[in-house]
Nanobody, 124 residues
């Protein structure tokens, strides 16, 4: 099993920045890529970004491209999501996920482990 713990959520004004962290523990050698998803009330879970542990290949959802940056530290088994120029529509619960394959995926059902989520609130 792999345990994922997200931190860094909070309240930020529109235009501001937040950095989310996801720390992985347990059988981390069994996962090869990580992803961030978000879900706002009444909406479907949305792909935000993904990164491979080896090589650091990245992918971004269209709504965050150019504003968010994903990064990872293999030694610390940690992934970060730097969110800049936040908009009201970025408000959601953000989930970290881990996948047993190195190929990146935008599908939520392509991930094997999930964190509990961290809330991001964007105020006007």
């Amino acid at each position: 099993q792999v345990q994922l713990v997200e931190t860094g959520g909070g309240v930020v004004q529109a235009g501001g920045s937040l950095r989310l962290s996801c720390a992985a523990a347990g059988r981390t050698f069994s996962v090869y890529s990580m992803g961030w998803f978000r879900q706002a009330p009444g909406k479907e879970r949305e792909f935000v970004s993904a990164i491979s542990w080896v090589g650091g290949m990245t992918d971004y959802g269209d709504s965050v491209k150019g504003r968010f940056t994903i990064s990872r530290d293999m030694a610390k088994s940690t992934v970060w999501l730097q969110m800049n120029s936040l908009k009201l529509e970025d408000a959601a619960t953000y989930y970290c996920a881990a996948r047993k394959f190195s190929a990146l995926s935008r599908r939520w059902d392509g991930y094997d482990y999930w964190g509990q989520g961290t809330q991001v609130t964007v105020s006007s």
